[in-house]
């Protein structure tokens, strides 16, 4: 990681209102990503090669007594700015921020399942992955987190759409939501080696489809615990997201998984997911999915690879997908 000390930040408050520049770190760290994916034989694959560079800018200084940061992740060598954080930490009063895709809310337990690489669902169709909750989103949200009493808090709310805005004007119409994780570890309850969490949140979803002129909300609500015994990880999660329009189909989701670090270098895991999607007085269908994962780490290099597969693909009954990666990473 290479440092940069005393670097001047100069903001802009208002009209051209200059305020004067604080001292502050600014530091960069990065990572590469060499990848090997492989889809099913109903895919056109292409080049099954290729490389991710990200590039992480974080800066902090002292102003008016609380430390204020910032955080900016680029992807692909500067091709655009995939997320960014401003945030003020008060102390005991915690921490607020302003957040632009670095995850916030809800959407920080989506899936708390243990795995060794990625998700079980990662790599699958679909422009959304089912099951998955967090009614805030994580871009153009107002973030707070605070631990009380060995609980964290960390709650995130949206005005308008979840669709970012870089400018600080509006983007995007309706769907204000806000949303609340809580998590904690076994200390709180008495049991060592566990880790839990639970979550809620609602989103507008302005008036119903049938006319009659009233309007409802979109609700997600998830509940997870993870259990470590010495080298065994064992974790299920429960979640359900209703919507508040007409037609659109809930998600109930069961999903488990167990992990395993054969040694401080290699771990493997396998873990299953069941969402069922259901529309009043329609057929429900269950999507049926399962995933295997492996990884080797040595110092700033990991190797891992996964194989993930899925019946009955986002609700569409018959529909299957399969998707293999090989991922070897290097940090700097």
């Not at 005393?6 to 802009?12: E, I, Y």
């Not at 992807?75 to 102390?91: I, K, N, Y």
């Not at 709180?188 to 080696?193: H, K, N, P, Q, S």
Request: aromatic content about 8%; charged content about 15%.
């Amino acid at each position: 990681m290479n440092n940069f000390k005393k670097v001047g930040l100069t903001a802009l408050a208002g009209s051209l209102a200059a305020v004067s520049a604080n001292a502050a770190e600014m530091s960069v760290s990065g990572a590469t990503l060499l990848t090997y994916t492989s889809e099913d034989t109903s895919e056109v694959t292409g080049n099954p090669f290729g490389m991710k560079t990200n590039l992480s800018f974080t800066a902090s200084g002292d102003v008016n007594g609380y430390t204020v940061s910032y955080m900016q992740t680029s992807v692909d060598q500067f091709a655009g700015m995939s997320s960014a954080r401003l945030s003020v930490d008060m102390g005991d009063m915690g921490v607020i921020a302003f957040d632009q895709g670095s995850g916030s809310g809800l959407a920080t337990i989506d899936d708390k399942t243990p795995t060794a690489a990625e998700e079980i669902w990662d790599g699958l169709d679909g422009t959304t992955v089912g099951g998955l909750v967090g009614t805030a989103g994580n871009s153009g949200v107002f973030n707070y987190v605070n631990t009380i009493s060995g609980i964290t808090v960390n709650a995130a709310a949206r005005k308008g759409s979840g669709t970012s805005s870089s400018d600080g004007s509006s983007s995007g119409a309706g769907q204000s939501a806000w949303d609340i994780a809580l998590t904690g570890s076994g200390d709180t309850m008495g049991v060592d080696g566990l880790a839990w969490g639970v979550g809620y949140g609602l989103a507008e979803s302005g008036e119903l489809s049938d006319l009659r002129g009233t309007s409802d909300n979109d609700q997600h609500a998830t509940i997870f615990a993870n259990y470590s015994a010495g080298p065994v990880t064992f974790g299920a999660q429960v979640s359900d997201k209703r919507s508040g329009s007409n037609g659109t189909a809930s998600q109930q989701t069961e999903a488990w998984g167990i992990a395993f670090n054969v040694n401080d270098d290699v771990s493997v895991s396998y873990g299953e997911r069941d969402v069922e999607f259901g529309t009043a007085g329609g057929a429900h269908v269950t999507e049926n999915g399962d995933g295997i994962a492996v990884a080797y780490t040595m110092g700033s290099m990991k190797l891992a690879g996964n194989r993930n597969e899925v019946k009955n693909n986002n609700g569409s009954s018959g529909s299957t997908d399969s998707m293999t990666e090989i991922a070897l990473s290097f940090a700097f």
